[in-house]
């Protein structure tokens, strides 16, 4: 059974950082696709960041490149996503997904894409 687990969401000043985990387990390809997604009250789900299984692809959103980065460790499947100089319009629910294989380019920012979704965790940026 495949299963995502997302922690490290909270409450930070517009400014502040966090670091969200993504843990994931019972997902046996060897080759895969991560995409770190969120979505803000009223909006649509949007892609945060996407990247394959050994991190050299590594794509970032427009709206969060400079200030998230992305890293793993491998040795206990944890992937991480570091948020720096946060902003309100970062306020949302952080979900992340899994897929085998290498999706096409453009469908690396598609909900669709992802068979497994974590159940998210709540990050908040306050002004």
């Known amino acids: 059974q495949v299963q995502l687990v997302e922690s490290g969401g909270g409450l930070v000043q517009s400014g502040g950082s966090l670091r969200l985990s993504c843990a994931v387990s019972?997902?046996?390809?060897?080759?895969?696709?991560i995409g770190w997604f969120r979505q803000a009250p009223g909006k649509e789900r949007e892609g945060v960041s996407c990247?394959?299984?050994?991190?050299?692809?590594?794509d970032y959103a427009e709206s969060v490149k400079g200030r998230f980065t992305i890293s793993r460790d491998n040795a206990n499947n944890m992937n991480y996503l570091q948020m720096n100089s946060l902003k309100p319009e970062d306020t949302g629910i952080y979900y992340c997904?899994?897929?085998?294989?290498?999706?096409?380019?453009?469908?690396?920012?598609?909900?669709?894409?992802?068979?497994?979704w974590g159940q998210g965790t709540q990050v908040t940026v306050s002004s």
């Open positions: 019972g997902f046996t390809s060897p080759y895969y696709y």
């Open positions: 990247f394959n299984e050994d991190l050299r692809t590594i």
């Open positions: 997904a899994i897929v085998s294989g290498t999706p096409y380019s453009s469908a690396r920012w598609r909900v669709q894409t992802y068979k497994y």
